[in-house]
């Protein structure tokens, strides 16, 4: 029996609940005539955090992104309401995806590397096609080195969006929290947050599947629509 496929997260609400609406919310109505700086930090924080509450529910799945994106929400209204200095955002925003990175570096050594979670899955490609691909023509070793070599690219991206993420924080955060400018500031950086930041490490990001598909072709001879998991079983 054929498992029901799997759920598509929409684009759209992703984009709507994790960035625009708090963004809008954030610049537009923390004035005191509307939520004030503490509850328009409250109302902007509740949406991607209820977001990711209800992808949990839906999933039922907790994976390393999720959790520390859930972390980094928890610390942004932190921060805010306690009124600490806006470096602690800097800090934060450069945190997460540095963690990220550092782990994929140190999983690379243990027996459930990182690149198995984030593209090498089922979900996204055959993998047992592959493997016995890989098998039958004895390339198992180079194809080991070229999940290795993924895993520094996929590193590399979370490096570079730490990077940008604590630059993009220094130059837009410099009021002091719990005022309405540092609302709006933060506004702004969640608006910015996606062409600055998402937009160049997703394209590090693509470069390392990119990279990966060439090789795996290279070394199974299956092709692109051999490999990507389509749902059906050849």
Same mark, same amino acid.
């Given at each position: 029996? $054929?498992?029901?496929?799997?759920?598509?997260?929409? @684009?759209?609400? !992703?984009?709507? +609940?994790?960035? #625009?609406?708090?963004?809008?919310?954030?610049?537009?109505?923390?004035?005191?005539?509307?939520?004030?700086t503490q509850g328009a930090i409250v109302v902007a924080l509740a949406?991607?955090?209820?977001?990711?509450?209800?992808?949990?529910?839906?999933?039922?799945?907790?994976n390393l992104l999720s959790a520390l994106g859930f972390i980094s929400?928890?610390?942004?209204?932190?921060?805010?309401?306690?009124?600490?200095?806006?470096?602690?955002?800097?800090?934060k925003e450069a945190a997460i995806p540095g963690l990220i990175g550092?782990?994929?570096?140190?999983?690379? $050594?243990?027996?459930?590397?990182?690149?198995?979670? @984030?593209?090498? !899955?089922?979900? +996204?490609?055959? #993998?047992?096609?592959?493997?016995?691909?890989?098998?039958?023509?004895?390339?198992?070793?180079?194809?080991?080195?070229?999940?290795?070599?993924?895993?520094?690219?996929?590193?590399?991206?979370?490096?570079?969006?730490?990077?940008?993420?604590?630059?993009?924080?220094?130059?837009?955060?410099?009021?002091?929290?719990?005022?309405?400018?540092?609302?709006?500031?933060?506004?702004?950086?969640?608006?910015?947050?996606?062409?600055?930041?998402?937009?160049?490490?997703?394209?590090?990001?693509?470069?390392?599947?990119?990279?990966?598909?060439?090789?795996?072709?290279?070394?199974?001879?299956?092709?692109?629509?051999?490999?990507?998991?389509?749902?059906?079983?050849?």
């Amino acid at each position: 029996m $054929k498992a029901p496929p799997a759920r598509k997260e929409s @684009f759209l609400a !992703n984009l709507l +609940l994790n960035i #625009v609406i708090p963004a809008v919310i954030l610049s537009k109505l923390s004035s005191e005539q509307y939520l004030g700086t503490q509850g328009a930090i409250v109302v902007a924080l509740a949406f991607p955090l209820g977001y990711g509450i209800r992808d949990y529910f839906i999933t039922r799945k907790v994976n390393l992104l999720s959790a520390l994106g859930f972390i980094s929400i928890l610390l942004t209204g932190g921060i805010s309401l306690l009124q600490l200095d806006p470096q602690y955002i800097a800090i934060k925003e450069a945190a997460i995806p540095g963690l990220i990175g550092i782990a994929t570096l140190i999983s690379i $050594k243990t027996r459930y590397p990182l690149v198995k979670t @984030f593209v090498y !899955n089922g979900k +996204l490609l055959k #993998v047992e096609k592959v493997s016995a691909a890989l098998a039958e023509r004895g390339t198992e070793a180079a194809f080991e080195k070229v999940l290795r070599n993924t895993s520094y690219m996929i590193a590399g991206s979370f490096f570079l969006s730490s990077f940008l993420n604590y630059v993009l924080a220094k130059i837009v955060m410099v009021s002091p929290a719990g005022t309405e400018a540092f609302n709006i500031e933060l506004g702004r950086m969640t608006a910015l947050s996606y062409p600055v930041i998402v937009v160049p490490a997703m394209i590090v990001m693509m470069g390392s599947l990119f990279y990966l598909f060439r090789n795996i072709r290279r070394l199974t001879n299956l092709t692109l629509d051999d490999v990507i998991n389509d749902g059906s079983e050849n």
